[in-house]
Every structure is written in C-alpha cells, then in structure tokens.
C-alpha cells in the first residue's frame, strides 16, 4: 500500500471519494431499503441497465468529464 505522499492527486482524489461514499453509505444507509417497487418500474430500469452494459445508452464517465472541462 502506497503512502499518501507516493499518490498522484487523481489517486488522492479517488480515495477521498470512496471513504466519503462509505461513509455516507453508512451513516444515511439507503433511504429505499424495504421499500416497494412496481414490477413495471423494475422491469425498465432493468432494461435499462442492460442498454447502458451494451453501450446502447449512456455517456462513457471519461467523455463526461472531458466535454465539462473537469480534467
């Protein structure tokens, strides 16, 4: 494991990121646990799961960020 002063600022960043999601995860947990959802809606958001996988749908997380100018 790689001390903090051996990361790039893109690998700090991205473990800054995770531990916050973890935390907040944690915290918060999932405000939809336990909750009911119509067999319709997961039938949509199943396929479209399956478009993004495919490449179908959706915007490659890089392309994103290189049109927003956030690099």
Do not use: H, Y
């Amino acid at each position: 494991m790689a001390t903090i002063a051996q990361m790039t600022r893109d690998e700090l960043r991205e473990m800054i990121e995770t531990i916050i999601e973890q935390k907040l995860l944690e915290l918060l947990g999932d405000p939809d646990e336990g909750l009911f959802i119509r067999e319709a809606i997961r039938e949509r958001l199943l396929r479209q799961k399956e478009a993004v996988a495919s490449g179908e749908r959706g915007e490659p997380f890089e392309d994103v960020v290189q049109r927003l100018g956030l690099e």
